[in-house]
Protein backbone atom coordinates (compact mmCIF):
# COMPACT_ATOMS: atom_id res chain seq x y z
CA UNK A 1 0.00 0.00 0.00
CA UNK A 2 1.43 3.84 -0.79
CA UNK A 3 2.73 5.81 1.82
CA UNK A 4 -0.34 8.03 0.93
CA UNK A 5 -2.91 5.45 2.08
CA UNK A 6 -0.70 3.60 4.54
CA UNK A 7 -2.99 3.85 7.65
CA UNK A 8 -5.89 1.85 5.66
CA UNK A 9 -3.71 -1.43 6.32
CA UNK A 10 -5.15 -1.46 9.82
CA UNK A 11 -9.09 -2.68 10.13
CA UNK A 12 -10.14 -0.11 12.87
CA UNK A 13 -9.06 2.74 10.65
CA UNK A 14 -10.45 1.04 7.65
CA UNK A 15 -14.30 0.93 9.43
CA UNK A 16 -13.61 4.80 10.83
CA UNK A 17 -12.89 5.90 7.40
CA UNK A 18 -15.85 4.09 5.62
CA UNK A 19 -18.21 5.18 8.16
CA UNK A 20 -16.96 8.98 8.42
CA UNK A 21 -17.00 9.14 4.80
CA UNK A 22 -21.19 8.62 5.27
CA UNK A 23 -21.80 10.63 7.87
CA UNK A 24 -19.74 13.37 6.39
CA UNK A 25 -21.46 13.46 3.17
CA UNK A 26 -24.28 13.69 5.28
CA UNK A 27 -22.68 16.90 6.96
CA UNK A 28 -22.12 18.21 4.11
CA UNK A 29 -25.42 17.89 2.25
CA UNK A 30 -27.00 19.17 5.67
CA UNK A 31 -24.74 22.15 5.84
CA UNK A 32 -25.89 23.23 2.17
CA UNK A 33 -29.60 22.67 2.85
CA UNK A 34 -29.21 24.49 6.29
CA UNK A 35 -27.82 27.83 4.84
CA UNK A 36 -30.34 27.13 1.69
CA UNK A 37 -33.65 27.00 3.15
CA UNK A 38 -32.53 30.13 5.73
CA UNK A 39 -31.15 32.06 2.57
CA UNK A 40 -34.40 31.31 0.09
CA UNK A 41 -37.18 29.79 2.56
CA UNK A 42 -37.17 31.63 5.50
CA UNK A 43 -36.07 34.94 4.90
CA UNK A 44 -35.16 37.41 1.67
CA UNK A 45 -31.71 36.40 0.92
CA UNK A 46 -30.51 37.58 4.23
CA UNK A 47 -26.78 37.16 4.60
CA UNK A 48 -27.15 38.23 8.38
CA UNK A 49 -29.39 35.46 9.44
CA UNK A 50 -26.97 32.79 7.78
CA UNK A 51 -24.37 34.27 9.54
CA UNK A 52 -26.36 34.48 12.58
CA UNK A 53 -26.97 30.30 12.10
CA UNK A 54 -23.37 29.95 11.10
CA UNK A 55 -22.43 31.48 14.54
CA UNK A 56 -25.11 30.09 16.81
CA UNK A 57 -23.72 26.38 15.24
CA UNK A 58 -20.59 27.22 16.60
CA UNK A 59 -20.83 29.70 20.10
CA UNK A 60 -21.14 26.76 21.90
CA UNK A 61 -17.46 25.59 21.02
CA UNK A 62 -16.26 28.72 22.77
CA UNK A 63 -17.94 27.83 26.71
CA UNK A 64 -17.65 23.96 26.31
CA UNK A 65 -14.11 23.08 24.17
CA UNK A 66 -11.89 23.13 27.25
CA UNK A 67 -14.08 20.92 29.25
CA UNK A 68 -14.74 18.42 26.27
CA UNK A 69 -11.02 18.29 25.97
CA UNK A 70 -10.71 17.29 29.46
CA UNK A 71 -13.62 14.68 29.22
CA UNK A 72 -11.34 13.54 26.19
CA UNK A 73 -8.71 13.25 28.22
CA UNK A 74 -10.64 11.25 30.94
CA UNK A 75 -13.02 8.48 29.27
CA UNK A 76 -13.69 6.05 27.05
CA UNK A 77 -13.74 7.91 23.72
CA UNK A 78 -15.44 5.12 21.74
CA UNK A 79 -18.34 5.26 24.26
CA UNK A 80 -18.61 8.95 24.36
CA UNK A 81 -18.42 8.96 20.58
CA UNK A 82 -21.36 6.94 20.14
CA UNK A 83 -22.90 9.52 22.29
CA UNK A 84 -22.13 12.74 19.87
CA UNK A 85 -23.20 11.17 16.76
CA UNK A 86 -26.50 9.98 17.89
CA UNK A 87 -27.31 12.80 19.23
CA UNK A 88 -26.42 15.24 16.10
CA UNK A 89 -28.35 12.45 14.29
CA UNK A 90 -31.32 13.02 15.98
CA UNK A 91 -31.04 16.70 15.47
CA UNK A 92 -30.84 16.27 12.11
CA UNK A 93 -33.76 14.04 11.96
CA UNK A 94 -35.84 16.53 13.69
CA UNK A 95 -34.82 19.72 11.49
CA UNK A 96 -35.92 17.81 8.79
CA UNK A 97 -39.22 16.73 10.00
CA UNK A 98 -39.85 20.44 10.53
CA UNK A 99 -39.24 21.37 7.20
CA UNK A 100 -41.19 18.57 5.78
CA UNK A 101 -44.18 19.62 7.93
CA UNK A 102 -43.77 23.34 6.46
CA UNK A 103 -43.87 24.51 10.18
CA UNK A 104 -40.32 25.19 10.26
CA UNK A 105 -39.46 29.02 11.09
CA UNK A 106 -36.20 30.95 11.33
CA UNK A 107 -36.14 30.75 14.81
CA UNK A 108 -36.77 26.89 14.61
CA UNK A 109 -33.32 26.82 12.80
CA UNK A 110 -31.26 29.25 15.25
CA UNK A 111 -32.49 26.66 17.96
CA UNK A 112 -31.21 23.36 16.09
CA UNK A 113 -28.01 25.16 14.70
CA UNK A 114 -27.06 25.80 18.67
CA UNK A 115 -27.82 22.63 20.22
CA UNK A 116 -25.94 20.86 16.88
CA UNK A 117 -22.79 23.22 18.27
CA UNK A 118 -23.24 21.80 21.81
CA UNK A 119 -23.11 18.29 20.59
CA UNK A 120 -20.51 19.61 18.08
CA UNK A 121 -18.19 21.21 20.66
CA UNK A 122 -18.07 17.32 22.72
CA UNK A 123 -17.81 15.52 19.76
CA UNK A 124 -15.05 17.33 18.45
CA UNK A 125 -11.94 16.87 20.50
CA UNK A 126 -12.96 13.30 21.08
CA UNK A 127 -13.70 12.95 16.77
CA UNK A 128 -9.76 14.32 16.77
CA UNK A 129 -7.71 12.45 19.46
CA UNK A 130 -9.32 9.08 18.89
CA UNK A 131 -7.55 8.60 15.76
CA UNK A 132 -4.62 7.55 17.90
CA UNK A 133 -6.01 4.64 19.04
CA UNK A 134 -6.94 3.36 15.53
CA UNK A 135 -2.95 3.88 14.02
CA UNK A 136 0.32 3.00 15.62
CA UNK A 137 1.95 6.74 16.65
CA UNK A 138 4.29 6.59 13.80
CA UNK A 139 1.35 6.68 11.76
CA UNK A 140 -0.91 9.28 13.15
CA UNK A 141 0.41 12.15 10.44
CA UNK A 142 -0.95 9.75 7.94
CA UNK A 143 -4.05 9.39 9.57
CA UNK A 144 -4.92 13.08 10.32
CA UNK A 145 -4.02 13.93 6.67
CA UNK A 146 -6.34 10.82 5.16
CA UNK A 147 -9.05 12.34 7.93
CA UNK A 148 -8.82 15.14 6.35
CA UNK A 149 -8.83 13.45 2.83
CA UNK A 150 -11.99 11.62 3.75
CA UNK A 151 -13.95 15.12 4.82
CA UNK A 152 -13.22 16.47 1.94
CA UNK A 153 -14.21 14.07 -0.67
CA UNK A 154 -17.41 14.58 0.98
CA UNK A 155 -17.36 17.83 0.38
CA UNK A 156 -16.83 17.16 -2.92
CA UNK A 157 -19.57 14.85 -3.10
CA UNK A 158 -22.15 16.04 -0.22
CA UNK A 159 -22.53 19.74 -1.74
CA UNK A 160 -23.16 18.85 -5.44
CA UNK A 161 -26.06 15.74 -3.76
CA UNK A 162 -27.60 18.50 -1.54
CA UNK A 163 -28.07 20.54 -4.83
CA UNK A 164 -29.58 17.92 -7.06
CA UNK A 165 -31.51 16.92 -3.88
CA UNK A 166 -33.19 20.07 -2.97
CA UNK A 167 -34.04 20.74 -6.36
CA UNK A 168 -35.91 17.16 -6.74
CA UNK A 169 -37.46 16.96 -3.26
CA UNK A 170 -36.81 19.52 -1.27
CA UNK A 171 -34.58 20.47 1.88
CA UNK A 172 -36.29 18.75 4.21
CA UNK A 173 -35.32 15.02 2.96
CA UNK A 174 -31.75 16.10 2.98
CA UNK A 175 -31.99 16.76 7.20
CA UNK A 176 -34.06 13.12 7.06
CA UNK A 177 -30.75 11.43 5.16
CA UNK A 178 -27.46 12.96 7.05
CA UNK A 179 -29.40 12.10 10.60
CA UNK A 180 -29.64 8.44 9.24
CA UNK A 181 -26.16 8.83 7.94
CA UNK A 182 -24.44 8.84 11.47
CA UNK A 183 -25.86 5.20 12.27
CA UNK A 184 -22.81 4.22 10.18
CA UNK A 185 -20.25 5.81 12.75
CA UNK A 186 -22.03 4.27 15.39
CA UNK A 187 -22.40 0.78 13.63
CA UNK A 188 -18.26 0.68 12.85
CA UNK A 189 -17.69 1.88 16.76
CA UNK A 190 -19.18 -1.42 17.56
CA UNK A 191 -17.22 -3.29 15.16
CA UNK A 192 -13.72 -2.05 16.25
CA UNK A 193 -11.34 -4.41 18.33
CA UNK A 194 -8.29 -3.98 20.04
CA UNK A 195 -7.86 -0.73 19.89
CA UNK A 196 -4.47 1.23 20.95
CA UNK A 197 -6.18 2.72 23.91
CA UNK A 198 -4.16 5.55 25.00
CA UNK A 199 -2.89 6.96 28.27
CA UNK A 200 -6.12 8.97 30.58
CA UNK A 201 -5.60 12.04 32.67
CA UNK A 202 -6.18 11.20 36.65
CA UNK A 203 -9.06 13.37 38.25
CA UNK A 204 -7.56 16.30 39.57
CA UNK A 205 -7.82 20.17 40.67
CA UNK A 206 -6.60 22.80 37.80
CA UNK A 207 -6.31 20.12 34.66
CA UNK A 208 -7.77 22.85 32.09
CA UNK A 209 -5.55 25.61 33.62
CA UNK A 210 -2.79 22.47 33.36
CA UNK A 211 -3.43 22.39 29.42
CA UNK A 212 -3.70 26.43 28.95
CA UNK A 213 0.03 26.75 30.84
CA UNK A 214 1.53 24.21 28.71
CA UNK A 215 0.00 26.00 25.51
CA UNK A 216 1.34 29.19 26.63
CA UNK A 217 5.18 27.41 27.00
CA UNK A 218 5.09 26.16 23.68
CA UNK A 219 5.43 29.00 21.25
CA UNK A 220 5.01 27.18 18.08
CA UNK A 221 1.29 26.41 19.35
CA UNK A 222 0.79 29.83 20.30
CA UNK A 223 1.57 31.13 16.66
CA UNK A 224 -0.62 28.42 15.12
CA UNK A 225 -3.34 29.15 17.21
CA UNK A 226 -2.87 32.56 16.19
CA UNK A 227 -2.66 32.42 12.65
CA UNK A 228 -5.88 29.65 12.22
CA UNK A 229 -7.86 31.83 14.57
CA UNK A 230 -7.77 34.78 12.54
CA UNK A 231 -8.65 32.73 9.34
CA UNK A 232 -11.26 30.99 10.73
CA UNK A 233 -13.03 34.08 11.91
CA UNK A 234 -12.38 36.24 8.48
CA UNK A 235 -11.89 33.31 5.98
CA UNK A 236 -13.58 30.28 6.76
CA UNK A 237 -16.74 31.50 5.82
CA UNK A 238 -17.36 29.46 2.42
CA UNK A 239 -21.14 28.05 3.65
CA UNK A 240 -21.59 32.28 3.73
CA UNK A 241 -19.74 33.57 1.21
CA UNK A 242 -20.39 30.78 -1.84
CA UNK A 243 -23.90 31.27 -0.75
CA UNK A 244 -24.55 35.26 -1.35
CA UNK A 245 -21.67 35.04 -4.10
CA UNK A 246 -23.90 32.19 -6.17
CA UNK A 247 -27.70 33.90 -5.05
CA UNK A 248 -26.98 37.63 -5.22
CA UNK A 249 -23.56 38.17 -7.41
CA UNK A 250 -24.23 35.65 -10.47
CA UNK A 251 -27.69 34.99 -9.65
CA UNK A 252 -27.42 31.00 -9.85
CA UNK A 253 -29.80 28.64 -7.92
CA UNK A 254 -29.26 25.95 -5.32
CA UNK A 255 -27.39 23.55 -7.79
CA UNK A 256 -24.91 26.17 -8.93
CA UNK A 257 -24.62 27.05 -5.11
CA UNK A 258 -23.72 23.11 -4.71
CA UNK A 259 -20.63 23.00 -7.05
CA UNK A 260 -18.94 25.63 -5.95
CA UNK A 261 -18.59 23.23 -2.73
CA UNK A 262 -18.09 20.59 -4.48
CA UNK A 263 -15.72 22.26 -6.46
CA UNK A 264 -13.49 23.80 -3.53
CA UNK A 265 -13.37 20.39 -2.37
CA UNK A 266 -11.25 19.49 -5.35
CA UNK A 267 -8.73 21.21 -4.36
CA UNK A 268 -9.29 20.51 -0.49
CA UNK A 269 -9.08 16.85 -1.71
CA UNK A 270 -6.09 17.45 -3.16
CA UNK A 271 -4.66 18.92 -0.54
CA UNK A 272 -4.82 16.66 1.65
CA UNK A 273 -4.13 13.83 -0.23
CA UNK A 274 -0.35 15.30 0.02
CA UNK A 275 -1.18 16.46 3.57
CA UNK A 276 -1.36 12.18 3.98
CA UNK A 277 2.46 11.52 2.61
CA UNK A 278 4.65 14.05 5.01
CA UNK A 279 5.73 12.42 8.09
CA UNK A 280 6.86 15.78 9.65
CA UNK A 281 4.43 18.49 9.61
CA UNK A 282 5.85 22.17 9.55
CA UNK A 283 4.82 25.07 11.51
CA UNK A 284 6.43 27.22 8.46
CA UNK A 285 3.95 25.38 6.54
CA UNK A 286 1.23 26.46 7.83
CA UNK A 287 2.48 30.12 7.28
CA UNK A 288 3.04 29.08 4.00
CA UNK A 289 -0.37 27.63 2.89
CA UNK A 290 -1.98 30.95 4.91
CA UNK A 291 0.08 33.04 2.48
CA UNK A 292 -1.36 30.93 -0.61
CA UNK A 293 -4.44 31.09 0.75
CA UNK A 294 -5.02 34.71 0.91
CA UNK A 295 -3.73 35.42 -2.36
CA UNK A 296 -6.11 32.57 -4.13
CA UNK A 297 -8.85 34.11 -2.52
CA UNK A 298 -8.07 37.83 -3.33
CA UNK A 299 -7.79 36.87 -6.67
CA UNK A 300 -11.53 35.28 -6.79
CA UNK A 301 -13.03 38.23 -5.15
CA UNK A 302 -12.51 39.82 -8.33
CA UNK A 303 -13.07 36.81 -10.76
CA UNK A 304 -15.91 38.63 -12.98
CA UNK A 305 -17.84 35.57 -13.97
CA UNK A 306 -19.36 32.50 -11.96
CA UNK A 307 -17.10 30.32 -14.19
CA UNK A 308 -14.16 32.24 -13.21
CA UNK A 309 -14.96 31.94 -9.19
CA UNK A 310 -15.69 28.29 -9.93
CA UNK A 311 -12.40 27.47 -11.06
CA UNK A 312 -10.50 29.73 -8.18
CA UNK A 313 -12.29 27.41 -5.88
CA UNK A 314 -9.83 24.85 -6.73
CA UNK A 315 -6.49 26.79 -5.61
CA UNK A 316 -8.67 28.35 -2.70
CA UNK A 317 -9.59 25.13 -1.17
CA UNK A 318 -5.74 23.73 -1.93
CA UNK A 319 -4.53 26.24 0.55
CA UNK A 320 -7.50 26.09 3.20
CA UNK A 321 -6.91 22.12 3.10
CA UNK A 322 -3.15 22.57 3.19
CA UNK A 323 -2.92 25.27 6.27
CA UNK A 324 -5.24 23.09 7.99
CA UNK A 325 -4.05 19.91 8.15
CA UNK A 326 -0.65 20.73 8.79
CA UNK A 327 -1.68 23.11 11.71
CA UNK A 328 -3.68 19.70 13.25
CA UNK A 329 -0.68 17.57 12.46
CA UNK A 330 1.85 19.44 13.90
CA UNK A 331 -0.14 19.88 17.31
CA UNK A 332 -0.81 16.33 17.46
CA UNK A 333 2.00 14.83 16.86
CA UNK A 334 4.41 17.21 19.40
CA UNK A 335 2.06 16.85 22.72
CA UNK A 336 2.00 13.85 25.26
CA UNK A 337 -0.70 12.20 24.73
CA UNK A 338 -2.30 12.77 28.35
CA UNK A 339 -2.51 16.22 27.02
CA UNK A 340 -3.44 15.69 23.46
CA UNK A 341 -7.29 16.51 24.82
CA UNK A 342 -7.13 19.46 26.12
CA UNK A 343 -4.60 21.06 23.85
CA UNK A 344 -6.22 19.70 20.84
CA UNK A 345 -9.74 21.27 22.40
CA UNK A 346 -8.22 24.52 23.09
CA UNK A 347 -7.49 24.29 19.29
CA UNK A 348 -10.62 23.71 18.18
CA UNK A 349 -12.17 26.11 20.31
CA UNK A 350 -9.96 28.75 18.42
CA UNK A 351 -10.57 27.35 15.21
CA UNK A 352 -14.59 27.26 15.59
CA UNK A 353 -14.99 29.15 18.30
CA UNK A 354 -13.84 32.08 16.49
CA UNK A 355 -16.55 31.90 13.73
CA UNK A 356 -19.73 33.22 15.58
CA UNK A 357 -17.35 36.62 15.83
CA UNK A 358 -16.48 36.73 12.23
CA UNK A 359 -19.63 35.16 10.33
CA UNK A 360 -22.13 37.96 11.34
CA UNK A 361 -19.49 40.69 10.52
CA UNK A 362 -18.76 38.49 7.27
CA UNK A 363 -22.23 38.20 6.26
CA UNK A 364 -22.77 42.19 6.87
CA UNK A 365 -20.21 42.93 4.65
CA UNK A 366 -21.95 41.07 2.06
CA UNK A 367 -25.28 42.37 2.67
CA UNK A 368 -24.54 45.85 2.84
CA UNK A 369 -21.78 46.73 -0.07
CA UNK A 370 -21.97 43.25 -1.85
CA UNK A 371 -20.71 39.62 -2.02
CA UNK A 372 -17.32 40.05 -3.03
CA UNK A 373 -16.27 42.69 0.06
CA UNK A 374 -17.14 39.20 2.44
CA UNK A 375 -14.27 37.19 -0.12
CA UNK A 376 -12.13 40.45 0.46
CA UNK A 377 -12.17 40.58 3.72
CA UNK A 378 -11.25 37.23 4.72
CA UNK A 379 -8.03 37.53 2.09
CA UNK A 380 -6.69 40.76 3.42
CA UNK A 381 -7.04 39.61 7.25
CA UNK A 382 -4.98 36.13 6.56
CA UNK A 383 -2.33 37.79 4.35
CA UNK A 384 -1.44 40.68 7.42
CA UNK A 385 -2.21 37.45 10.44
CA UNK A 386 0.37 35.23 8.21
CA UNK A 387 2.96 38.42 7.75
CA UNK A 388 2.66 39.86 11.30
CA UNK A 389 3.38 35.83 12.44
CA UNK A 390 5.84 35.32 9.99
CA UNK A 391 8.16 38.28 10.88
CA UNK A 392 7.44 37.42 14.65
CA UNK A 393 8.48 33.88 14.54
CA UNK A 394 11.78 34.91 12.35
CA UNK A 395 12.83 37.55 14.69
CA UNK A 396 11.88 35.50 17.70
CA UNK A 397 13.56 32.01 16.76
CA UNK A 398 16.32 33.66 14.72
CA UNK A 399 15.44 31.64 11.79
CA UNK A 400 18.17 31.00 9.75
CA UNK A 401 17.24 30.03 5.49
CA UNK A 402 19.94 28.79 3.50
CA UNK A 403 20.23 27.12 0.18
CA UNK A 404 22.14 23.68 -0.33
CA UNK A 405 22.12 20.53 -2.48
CA UNK A 406 21.62 17.87 -1.96
CA UNK A 407 24.06 15.63 -2.24
CA UNK A 408 21.07 11.96 -2.26
CA UNK A 409 20.14 11.75 -5.50
CA UNK A 410 22.30 11.08 -8.95
CA UNK A 411 21.82 15.09 -10.20
CA UNK A 412 22.15 16.98 -6.96
CA UNK A 413 19.12 18.74 -6.02
CA UNK A 414 18.43 22.35 -4.30
CA UNK A 415 16.76 22.85 -1.45
CA UNK A 416 16.46 25.44 0.99
CA UNK A 417 18.20 24.45 5.00
CA UNK A 418 15.84 26.21 7.96
CA UNK A 419 18.10 26.31 11.39
CA UNK A 420 16.71 27.78 14.73
CA UNK A 421 19.53 28.90 17.00
CA UNK A 422 17.49 29.03 19.94
CA UNK A 423 16.63 25.54 20.17
CA UNK A 424 18.90 24.94 23.07
CA UNK A 425 16.83 27.63 25.53
CA UNK A 426 13.57 25.52 24.64
CA UNK A 427 11.68 23.15 26.22
CA UNK A 428 11.91 19.68 24.61
CA UNK A 429 8.56 18.79 23.23
CA UNK A 430 8.84 22.47 21.33
CA UNK A 431 11.87 21.40 20.02
CA UNK A 432 10.68 18.51 18.22
CA UNK A 433 7.69 20.54 16.74
CA UNK A 434 10.45 23.54 15.59
CA UNK A 435 12.70 20.86 14.06
CA UNK A 436 10.01 19.64 12.49
Not at 151 to 171: D, E, K, S, Y
Not at 280 to 299: D, H, K, T
Amino acid sequence: MSATFASLKYRNYRLWFASALVANIGTWMQRVAQDWVVLTLLTNNSGVAVGIVTALQFIPHIFLSAWAGLLADRVDRRKLLMLTQGGMGVLGLGLGALVLSGAAELWHVYVFATLLGVVSAVDGPVRQTFVAELVPTKRLANAVGLNSTNFNAARLIGPGVAGLLIAAVGTGWVFIINGIAFGAVILALTRMRDLRVQPTASRAKGQIREGLAYIRGRSDIVVIMVVMGVVSTFGLNFQLTSAMMARVEFGRGAGEYGILGSVLAIGSLAGALLAARRERPRVRLVLGAAFAFAISMGIQAVMPTYLGYLIMCIPVGFASLTMLTSANAAIQLSVAPEMRGRVMSIYMMVLLGTTPLGSPVVGWIGETFGPRYAVVIGAVATLLVAAVATVWAYRTWHVRVRARLSREHRIPRPYLQVDYPTLAATPAPEKQALAA
